[in-house]
């Protein structure tokens, strides 16, 4: 029986969405593999994340509760996670591939001499026993990888996979002793500034609307787009360009090096469609592309297209959903 | 102070890539560029080192013979002190082996920081700076978008979900950079003069005592994805609203 350990993520008390996303991966393994799923809170204060988790079938939810770990720091958190991994016996321990999971993974992967696959889109069967498939030169081709160390990391492509769903019982919550170390770390917090915002969070929308250097300040900027989106219910994303031109903050970006997203509906407006782009939101289930130009790559992916000023066309749409809303 | 910079050398993002025929890379001429990160960690290091004199500054590359050229038209044309290029099979190692030969480099020439691009834009597995960290039992600050040395710590400001974070490491330390750290510059034609006469070591995995150069993950096979079915143009924003309601029921 082999046993996959998955680290929850959660922020003021809450477990974040795409923890359920990386369990369902989790489900997925152990069913191919005959194994269990144990989950891990790290943290301070951490107690009703574990007791939020108990629904979700888990052997066993193991709590490293310490003020060293009030903050997520790399090798504090790589040093417990890989801990209790080793003391748990865990074989595949995995995370979302969020910018916490990107950051500590490798290192529990190195504490644990395991070899590590990035941003994991599907399990394969293959003659060499079970792979894991992930996309490779910005998603241009996916690569199936077999990791041939006993133990180990994933990291889990969150829009890859449906969010688990509870499935009732209460799984045992157990606490670790952590030791964290952080004074031996070398590394100090100094301080997090956030973004704030009433929209929901970018990786787990179900619309999204996206603007791109199309959308210049001095004609109304990123503001023609919010009351699409405060319409739908969506989150605002963003180009690379639109992010560093300084038209919204660099949280929104999608893309090969931003946030990868697969919503039931993203509006592409003002955005070529560059490969990187592509990368993080072509997995989408319907995509809209509103762009002046009819010959932008972004139309090739787009299932329906509209040539027109977003300044225009934006407005009009807006105010033509409210009508059928009504 | 030191510092050691990595030159990665990658494919093309633009160009098109054919599987290889044993279905496990691709092959075929491809056109090269310098890691984009790299880039940016490079000009990092050079703003690091013009601002605090007696700082040298070694460019790393490691892949074929080719790989030189990278590290001497990418790295030491605009300003890298010298260049190291560790000869590897970059089709059979993974970015594990990568940090274990940064790791065996870094205990030869002992740098305050060790600067990476925060992934390779072929393989993306934005892994080497985290792996390399721990094996040496240094702090990291990956995805960095500032970078400032105050006294003896590294005050860097970093990318992350949900806004920018800010951390102090005490060196040596690992940096990973981000795209918007800076704008890379462009090599001077005195600089690519320059270059030419700078010092590049080549050097061969063995020379560097590792413990094993043994890949832990294998690629077994490769496949394109599926593309998307093609969409329909609309004319109209009644057309688009009404083929939103009626036809993708996502309205
Ligand atoms: C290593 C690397 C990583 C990268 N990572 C990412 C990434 O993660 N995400 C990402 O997005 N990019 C990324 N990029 C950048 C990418 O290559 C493109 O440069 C970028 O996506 C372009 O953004 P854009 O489409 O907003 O801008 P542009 O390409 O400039 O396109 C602007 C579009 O707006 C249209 N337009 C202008 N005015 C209007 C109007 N009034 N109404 C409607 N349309 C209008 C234009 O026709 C044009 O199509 C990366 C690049 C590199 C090298
Ligand atoms: N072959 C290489 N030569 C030099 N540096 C490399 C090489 N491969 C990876 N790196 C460095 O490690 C970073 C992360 O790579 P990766 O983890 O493979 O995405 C890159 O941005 C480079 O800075």
Known sequence: MSKILVLAEHDKGTVKKLTLNTLLFARQLAQKTGGSVDIAVLGHG?????????????????VADHADLAYPLAGPYAKVLADLAKSTGAKVVAATASSLGKDVLPRVAARLGAGMAS????????????AYRRPVWAGSLLA??????????VSVRSSAFDAAEAVGGASPVQAFAAQPDLAKARVRFVKFDGVQSTRPDLAEASVVVAGGRGLKPEKGGFGVIEPLADLLGGAIGASRAAVDDGYCPNDYQIGQTGKVVAPQLYFAIAISGAVQHLAGMKNSKVIVAINTREDEPIFKVADYGLVADAFVAVPELVEKLKAIKS | MKILVSAKRVSDPNAR???????????GDVEYILNPFCENAIECALQLAEAHDGTETVAVGIG???TARFIRQGALARGVDRGILVEA?????????IARIYQGLCERERPDILLLGKQAIDGDSNQVGQLVAEYLGWPQATFASKVEIQGDEVIVQREVDGGLETIALTMPCVITADLRLNEPRYASLAGIMKAKKKPLDELEMDDLDLDSTDPKVRVVAMSTPAGRKAGVMVKTVDELVHKLKTEARVV
């Open chain 1, 46 to 62: 951490v107690g009703p994340v574990a007791e939020a988790l108990r629904g979700f079938g888990a052997g066993t939810i193991h």
């Open chain 1, 119 to 130: 941003d994991v889109v599907a399990l394969v069967d293959t003659k060499e026993g079970t």
């Open chain 1, 144 to 153: 199936d990888v077999v990791i041939d160390s006993p133990v180990h990391v």
């Open chain 2, 17 to 27: 890539l054919n599987i290889s025929r044993d279905g496990k890379w691709i092959e």
């Open chain 2, 64 to 66: 074929d013979d080719e």
């Open chain 2, 89 to 97: 099979d970059e089709a059979v190692i993974d970015s594990d082996v």
